[in-house]
């Protein structure tokens, strides 16, 4: 029976729980990590740092694995061969130091840190922010005396193969190449502009980087919708968003109805979260998901695709 999406009827969990081995769908709302941020301030260590693990798959690149850091002091300059930094600020302000060369680099297993960076270029960074560091690209987080940065880093495993260009692709402008970085002020005025060009199917959307995967996966887009969506699945890639503006109802997991390729007219079952502007989602692959949206609102979010992780966690 094909029933439609607004007619299930499903459980209510607020707080989703981490478990042992890969996570499943987890939300952070924003006012939980304004709780967390909170919560690290308190603690930070003799580094000028505290640091939480939020998710990890366990693959043992340390890639897939979601952590929130808080620094009041410059961090040590670091380097990964293989990882990609997806950064989401949450709160405070600094200089991200990106690019040029480490100096005096130490490390095994490509994770390397080093005393300094010669070269690179300084961008301001702040709350609202979201940021790409590509791999093997040195770069370190400077904190103004008395200030403080706090961020969502998720690990993204390095896209290794032959890019296809996508006709949507924008050319990234910034120094060095591959980083990526949009601002709050930048998503707010690209937000504006989205609600005007939405189209029949009740949303607007807009690529922001995409990095060539065959898969789809390492692109980040832009989305806004002021009706419900259709059902979403997707085999081989874990969807991260970061809720710019407005609010929804996610409905996510059960089983999808009428399903061809990545789409579906339905979902079975699953459960229902209340998104809103701040909120951090993690939808695992392989997991049926449709935002809904009240009548006269709207949802926007920024929407990283990350490869999901094939392997044994330990």
């Known amino acids: 029976m094909i029933v439609p999406l607004r007619l299930f009827v499903v459980a209510v969990a607020l707080v989703p729980i981490l478990q042992a081995g890969p996570p499943g769908f987890v939300m952070w709302s924003a006012f939980e990590l304004a709780q967390r941020d909170a919560a690290l301030s308190a603690r930070v260590g003799p580094d000028h740092s505290a640091r939480e693990t939020l998710a990890d798959y366990g693959n043992p690149s340390g890639a897939h694995r979601f952590r929130f850091i808080h620094r009041d002091a410059d961090g040590i300059p670091e380097q990964h061969e293989h990882i990609e930094d997806v ?21 095994s297993n490509g994770e390397y840190k080093g005393t300094g960076i010669a070269g690179g270029v300084r961008y301001p960074v702040g709350s609202g922010d979201i940021l790409h560091i590509p791999a093997n690209t040195p770069h370190r987080y400077l904190v103004p005396d008395g200030g403080h940065i706090t961020y969502v880093l998720v690990r993204v495993p390095a896209f290794v193969g032959e890019p296809v260009v996508r006709a949507d692709a924008p050319e990234l402008e910034l120094d060095p190449p591959g980083f990526a970085m949009w601002s709050a002020a930048e998503l707010a005025r690209r937000d504006a502009a989205l609600s005007t060009r939405v189209g029949p199917d009740h949303s607007a959307r807009e690529t922001l980087a995409d990095y060539g995967n065959p898969s789809g996966a390492h692109r980040f887009r832009f989305i806004h919708r002021d009706a419900d969506g259709i059902p979403e699945i997707h085999d081989d890639i874990i969807d991260v968003v970061f809720v710019r503006s407005g609010e929804a109802t996610l409905l996510v997991g059960g089983d999808m109805v009428n399903r061809t390729g990545s789409r579906g007219t339905g979902i079975v079952g699953g459960m229902r979260y209340s998104v809103g502007a701040g909120d951090m989602l993690h939808i695992p692959a392989t997991t049926p998901h449709g935002y809904l949206v009240p009548d006269g609102g709207h949802i926007t979010y920024v929407l990283v695709r990350v490869p999901a992780f094939v392997g044994q966690a330990p």
């Open 87 to 107: 950064v989401f600020i949450k709160s405070g302000a600094g200089t991200l130091l990106v690019g040029g060369d480490m100096v005096n680099r130490t490390g």
